[in-house]
């Protein structure tokens, strides 16, 4: 259990670094381009603060199931890399379709990363939330 624990440290500080890093130009953009629009509360422009600042969230997350994709197969689960990356997106957004497991000695991987995926799609999802009630205060 201590094995994994410690495996997956990496994995999750540099998860932790790159939504930490993405929120940050997400939310510096978003405001950036809103304080450059200012007065013209357009739907188009409304449409593409938000757009534009969903994509980068996304991307954010995208980034950190490669991370742990690439982590399963340094650790040998996985022969290609597009299972691990499958497996990884399945797990990371708590999915979890049970289609492809872990084998028993990294089992708790699959548990640590779920854990890491719902923490940082709930981030995400607060962003999102925070830029959407900002639209709205604007109109």
Known sequence: MLINLLTSLPALLLCLLFQATFVSV????????????AGSNTLLRNVGMLSALMMVMLVGNFIQMWIWAALFMVIGEFDQFATA???????????GYGDIVLSEHWRLLSGVEAANG??????????M???VLDVMKRN
């Open 26 to 37: 997400g939310v510096h953009q978003y405001t950036r381009l809103r304080d450059r629009a």
């Open 85 to 95: 990356l499958y497996f990884s997106g399945v797990t990371f957004a708590t999915l």
């Open 118 to 127: 719902i923490l940082m799609f709930g981030v995400s999802t607060g962003v």
């Open 129 to 131: 939330t925070a830029a």
